[in-house]
């Protein structure tokens, strides 16, 4: 079985540029969580998407935002990059969306921003 | 979210077994513990999760307190490649997957 699938795997983009990171999860699963680890701030939650609908949204500036699609992937965005923004992003899938069910996660993204 | 408190750092020998302490005073009844660790340039890795019971699986075993304010995550013999940030984590079950991480117990092995 395939696990999470994070593309690409290492991008540098400009201040001002924006992103899209896209996260493939675990066939079956229709939770897909992402979050944010940096040196300063270890792993944040950045929002949880459930069958399309985004369940639970982490304390992060609008300029992060996300989608799910009908066949579960997700894409997350940021938009007018800051160099706060660097850091590894990570996608995490699960089968149902409650405290009881394991989280499964991809290698990430790394995000440069110069 | 409820808070969980682990040591920063612990050591253990290879072939050894190590129990790594997780302590949740504030737990409440629907919070399900939940163990995670990350080896260096990976994403985390689910190891273990648990309600009231203790719980084995191929990787670890959970030990739950009776009154549920701590916990130990055991491995029962340690490896060089267990060497990792160890996440204990408390999970409400209605909200969602959402998975609050703390700092962790950083766990060296020693050859």
């Known amino acids: 079985k395939a696990g999470v699938t994070q593309t690409p795997r290492y991008l540098i983009k400009t201040r001002g540029q924006q992103v899209t990171l896209s996260c493939s999860p675990i066939s079956g699963h229709r939770s897909v969580s992402w979050y944010q680890q940096t040196p300063g701030q270890g792993l944040q939650f950045l929002f949880e998407y459930f069958s399309e609908t985004q369940r639970n949204k982490g304390n992060f500036p609008g300029r992060f935002s996300g989608r799910q699609f009908s066949n579960s992937r997700s894409e997350m965005n940021v938009s007018t990059l800051e160099l706060g923004d660097s850091a590894l992003y990570l996608c995490?899938?699960?089968?149902?969306?409650?405290?009881?069910?394991?989280?499964?996660f991809g290698q990430g993204t790394r995000l440069t921003v110069v | 979210d409820a808070k969980t408190t682990q040591p920063n750092s612990m050591e253990s020998n290879e072939e050894e077994p190590v129990h790594l302490p997780c302590n949740h005073s504030?737990?409440?009844?629907?919070?399900?513990i939940h163990w995670y660790r990350q080896l260096p340039s990976q994403g985390p890795e689910y190891v273990i999760h648990?309600?009231?019971s203790n719980v084995n699986n191929r990787m670890a075993s959970l030990a739950i307190a009776e009154d549920r304010k701590s916990s130990t995550l055991i491995l029962h013999r340690a490896t060089l490649r267990d060497a990792a940030v160890y996440y204990c984590?408390?999970?409400?079950?209605?909200?969602?997957?959402?998975?609050?991480f703390g700092e962790g117990t950083q766990l060296t092995v020693n050859p």
């Open positions: 984590i408390l999970s409400r079950e209605t909200s969602g997957s959402r998975l609050t």
């Open positions: 504030t737990i409440s009844g629907t919070d399900y």
């Open positions: 995490a899938s699960s089968w149902g969306s409650e405290g009881r069910t394991e989280a499964f």
């Open positions: 648990g309600l009231t």
